[in-house]
């Protein structure tokens, strides 16, 4: 504990104080090579906090690494399906969950998914007009 404690007590401070941090705009373009050198270790920290900040507060900075699809035709970069009007009956039922063994009809996977995530997913349902 006593390391930590000298740390924030006085190598921050210490190194913080030692830095060349002009006190006016034109004392930038004053600084030496060694001056610039010094600044870059703030400035990685500095850039690094924004970064972790911007990713963990900021949703469209994450990547989705989770997939809905996660065993249907993962070969082809988008999967499509059709079906025609002639050969539905009076009602058909399409997976809309990705987990249908008879995929892209219905068998009722989506009932075991929603009671595990709490989720509310269904089928689409298409009816012929009477």
């Known amino acids: ?20 941090v002009p006190k006016s705009i034109g004392g930038w373009f004053r600084l030496g090579f060694r001056d610039w050198v010094s600044l870059v270790p703030l400035g990685a920290v500095i850039g690094g906090l924004t ?7 900021c949703p469209c900075g994450r990547v989705c690494k989770i997939h809905l699809n996660e065993k ?3 070969n082809n ?5 059709s ?3 002639e050969d539905l009956g009076e009602t058909s ?25 709490g989720d509310n997913v269904g089928p689409l349902v298409v009816k012929k007009k009477k």
């Open 83 to 85: 079906v025609d009007v």
């Open 51 to 57: 970064y972790m900040s911007y990713l963990a507060f």
């Open 77 to 81: 970069p988008k999967v499509v399906h």
């Open 72 to 74: 249907i035709e993962k």
């Open 1 to 20: 504990m006593e390391v930590m404690s000298n740390l924030v007590t006085q190598n921050i401070p210490n190194y913080l104080s030692s830095l060349p």
């Open 93 to 117: 039922a399409f997976c809309r969950c990705w987990k249908s063994k008879t995929f892209p009809k219905c068998d009722g996977s989506h009932n075991e998914h929603n009671e595990t995530t």
